[in-house]
């Protein structure tokens, strides 16, 4: 009984000491240098236009031609630039951005995680598969622009 009394104080003391500890430290300070708008054009845009524009098929009057990245630095960019993608979704998902906003933190959330997905297929090198998760993005995109574009 008593080694049990002794146990249940020190397990105790032990809670208490973590309870108690340091308070956690204040995050980075960050500052607003873009509007929304601003990173739509100048981040998410450009990359995900190399990401829309690597692989597809084009039909015209001199048949149909199929294009995909060639060289293994091509096929990098695409996965650099899903990247970039993806973690320009963390600007948007900001607290100023996106307090009270559950469809934007959902469409953001989506964004990244499709172009993630994007990224990882590129490496593979597989021009079906890069197809397919690009489609993916691009209608998670569209989704978010039926609910915020904003017309000129």
Do not use: K
């Not at 990098?76 to 973690?87: C, I, N, Q, S, T």
């Amino acid at each position: 009984m008593r080694r049990l009394l002794v146990f249940s104080s020190l397990v105790a003391v032990l809670v208490l000491g973590a309870a108690c500890g340091e308070p956690a430290p204040e995050p980075p300070p960050y500052r607003f240098v873009a509007s929304v708008a601003d990173i739509m054009n100048g981040i998410v845009d450009p990359n995900a236009v190399v990401i829309f524009e690597s692989v597809g098929t084009i039909v015209d009057l001199n048949g149909i031609n199929d294009f995909q990245p060639e060289t293994d630095e091509e096929w990098v960019e695409v996965a650099d630039r899903a990247l970039g993608l993806a973690e320009s979704a963390n600007l948007l998902l900001m607290p100023e951005r996106s307090e009270g906003r559950d469809l934007w933190i959902e469409a953001a959330l989506g964004m990244s995680d499709r172009a993630v997905r994007v990224s990882e297929t590129a490496l593979l090198r597989d021009p079906e598969a890069l197809l397919q998760a690009g489609g993916e993005l691009y209608e998670e995109c569209l989704a978010c622009h039926e609910a915020y574009i904003i017309e000129p």
